[in-house]
């Protein structure tokens, strides 16, 4: 059992390039996020999905988009990377009776 | 809307004495209550929740945190730290209606021999 898989760990993009940032799951949740972290500010929610078909913004979601074409994958794409995009990036999916399960991250450098 | 303070960024303290990490939420419904844990360069682990019931919740590695509705806190607390408890915390709120978690900014507990 996998659980939350990230892929890549690491990422350096120059300022305009495009990617996508995937996040896969195993456990058949429903509800799955897209959060940044940036030193002082704690985690931040880019956007989340409460089912396949289903997105919904959360507090930062410009410049990135996502979609739910399955309940396994919902990928997060930078359209034009920036500077302030860079930070590290944690998917997650959720169990409501045991909470939260987080990906290892994604560290992402837009230079 | 929802809100976490964790009003202390840092909390520096010496191995085998009490630490107290503060936690206070806002929110205009009932709520569900999250620590979780990130050890350097890690993901973040979840250590402790309040769904409901006990107001009082405890984690494997001797953290406690007690849910208090009056005062919407919800802190943290260990009577004996380890150097290995080094890390940075984090408490989290969210709605049952909504599922949305919600991150404070974080604690960094610094523990010293």
């Known amino acids: 059992n996998a659980g939350v898989t990230q892929t890549p760990k690491f990422q350096v993009l120059k300022t305009g390039q495009s990617m996508t940032l995937q996040c896969a799951q195993d456990m058949n949740h429903e509800y799955m996020s897209w959060y940044r972290q940036d030193p002082g500010m704690g985690l931040r929610l880019i956007h989340y999905s409460v089912g396949a078909g289903i997105t919904d913004q959360g507090e930062v979601p410009n410049g990135y988009n996502v979609s739910r ?4 994958d919902f990928p997060l794409r930078l359209l034009s990377a920036a500077p302030s995009q860079t930070s590290v990036y944690f998917c997650a999916s959720q169990d409501r009776a045991y909470g939260y399960t987080f990906g290892s991250g994604t560290r992402l450098t837009v230079v | 809307a929802q809100s976490v303070t964790q009003l202390d960024s840092q909390v520096p303290v010496f191995e085998e004495a009490p630490v107290e990490l503060r936690c206070n939420y806002s929110s205009s419904v009932s709520v569900y209550l999250f ?6 360069n890690q993901g973040l682990q979840l250590l402790l929740k309040y769904l409901s019931g006990s107001t009082l919740v405890e984690s494997i590695n001797g953290f406690e945190a007690e849910f208090n509705k009056s005062q919407t806190s919800f802190h943290l607390r260990k009577p004996s730290v380890h150097i290995s408890d080094t890390a940075e915390y984090f408490c989290a709120v969210s709605e049952p209606r909504t599922d949305k978690l919600i991150f404070g900014t974080g604690t960094r507990l610094q ?3």
């Open chain 1, 69 to 72: 074409s399955t309940t396994e």
């Open chain 2, 35 to 40: 620590w979780y844990v990130q050890y350097p």
């Open chain 2, 111 to 113: 523990v010293f021999p």
